[in-house]
Structure formats: structure tokens, C-alpha cells
């Protein structure tokens, strides 16, 4: 059976096969298969290795024709995994957690906030063709030489620029309405040029703050301090104090 293709936009390609849709950009993938995402990803690999700084699940750095890439698979979290590690209830492609994701990448790409490019999405239905659940992975560009946030903090201290320049980053998505669902140390990038970027974006969202208000950008922030004050906690040596969290939040409201 041959691959089915509809072209949304110049950046955008949906393909499908059997259980298998494949949302992605063309100027980055050439002719894959609609299962490139959800059987094929590591035999179409020159090379892979799982992500372990992080700890963001069930995540590999990827080589595909030259392009070094992120690919990670949606794995629930809490107790219901213990059950259901991996499956999820939709009926509409559209609204699956991959293709929202990869969406949702590409608008803030194009507003020009520090994100990582997005390569492809992928939705199978599980476990037969017409199925209302499904499994669904993302392909992301590696940004390069980059560190997780957590990772410096247990081997240097920040300088005072380099915490401002993570509040003005955060600001920055926020200005944008951007609603990060998991925003913490370990979904923030630093380079060698102490550039920040945010990561793994997965159940967020725009907002209209004519809607919603502010209270959810103050939420987001005191979900970082939380991860940061966890992670103080756990390590021996964390470079990280009230004084470090200060200095960031003047940078956010500068």
C-alpha cells in the first residue's frame, strides 16, 4: 500500500500508511516513511544514543542522513504507568500530543523565541489501524553544544549573568503567551556562549492573558524555584541560593 500524502504548507508534510501518520518538515526529511518515527527510527540511524543528562524518559540523540537530531518517545508519568506506560486516548491526529507539540515549536520558532527545530511527529494507532488510542514520538534538531541546566549547577556556579540570562528568557516566552507545562532544571539548555533555550514542550500552550490573566507565568516560575530547591536538596554540592533565584527574578522583571 503506497504512503498517502497532504501538503499543509511550504514548512509542513502529513503522510500516512496503515497505522502510521508522519507530520514533518520537507526541508529537513526527504521521502520517509509514515512509521520513520514509530519502527523505523533506529535501523534509518547512522548512529544513537539514549539521553542521560536530563532525565526526560525515553529520549535518544539520533544521527539521520547527516542531521543530528532528539527523538523522543510520549511516556506517561505517575501512578496510571504502572498500567499504561505509553498509550493514549484520541481520536483526531491534530489533537494528539506529538502533533500539538511539533505545532506549537514551529509558531514559537517563528516568533523567534530559543527553541529547538522541529524535524518530525508521529501518531500510530495501537493496537489496530482504527483504533481510538495511540503511541506518538517527536524528532527534534539537536541544538549543539549545549548543557542541561541541572547538570552545571552540580559542577559550577552560575554567574550573575548568566542567571539573568535565564529570567530574561523565560520573560521572553512569556511576553509571547507561551505557558511551559513542565518548565525546570532540567528542560533548560545553556551553551557555550551562554545562550539559554527551553525544551520539551509537550502538553503547553499559548495563552490569552485576556483570558487567563498572569497567575499562570508566576505558577511557571515557582515551578522552577520548586525543581531548583528539589535538586538542592538531593545533591551534595548544588550550586544554587535565594541570592541565585533573585538575581534571576529581577532579570524577569526587568
Given at each position: ?17 496503515k497505522d502510521?501518520?508522519l ?20 535501523h ?22 547527516g ?15 504502572r ?13 494528539s ?23 518530525a ?14 503511541r ?7 541544538i ?9 549547577l ?20 512569556h ?18 556562549s ?8 509537550d ?32 545533591h ?17 522583571t526587568?
Amino acid at each position: 500500500m503506497s504512503q498517502k500524502h497532504k501538503i499543509h504548507s511550504e514548512n509542513c508534510c502529513l503522510i500516512h500508511k496503515k497505522d502510521s501518520y508522519l507530520l514533518y518538515d520537507p526541508h529537513l526529511l526527504t521521502s520517509p516513511e509514515a512509521d520513520l518515527l514509530y519502527s523505523g527510527i533506529f535501523h534509518k540511524s547512522d548512529d544513537f544514543r539514549p539521553v542521560v543528562a536530563g532525565g526526560r524518559g525515553q529520549a535518544w540523540f539520533v544521527e539521520i542522513n547527516g542531521l543530528a537530531a532528539v527523538y523522543r518517545r510520549y511516556l506517561r508519568g505517575g501512578l496510571i504507568s504502572r498500567l499504561n506506560q505509553q498509550t493514549y486516548f484520541g481520536l483526531r491526529q491534530e489533537d494528539s500530543r506529538s502533533f500539538k507539540e511539533w505545532r506549537l515549536l514551529q509558531l514559537m520558532l517563528e516568533r523567534g523565541l530559543p527553541v529547538p527545530r522541529p524535524i518530525a511527529a508521529s501518531v500510530s494507532r495501537w493496537p489496530f489501524k482504527y483504533s481510538p488510542f495511540y503511541r506518538a514520538q517527536i524528532l527534534v534538531e539537536l541544538i549543539p553544544n549545549v548543557k542541561v541546566l541541572d547538570q552545571i549547577l552540580t559542577q559550577r556556579d552560575l554567574t550573575s549573568e548568566e542567571w539573568a540570562l535565564v529570567g530574561k528568557c523565560i520573560r521572553q516566552f512569556h511576553n509571547e503567551g507561551v505557558y511551559h507545562a513542565d518548565l525546570n532544571v532540567n528542560n533548560i539548555l545553556l551553551n557555550e556562549s551562554s545562550s539559554v533555550y527551553l525544551i520539551d514542550f509537550d502538553k503547553s500552550e499559548i495563552r490569552n492573558t485576556r483570558e487567563k490573566g498572569d497567575s499562570w507565568k508566576q505558577g511557571n516560575l515557582q515551578r522552577l524555584k520548586r525543581s531548583l530547591l528539589k535538586q538542592w536538596s538531593i545533591h551534595k554540592s548544588y550550586h544554587f541560593t535565594e541570592k541565585n533565584w533573585q538575581t534571576l527574578l529581577a532579570a524577569y522583571t526587568a
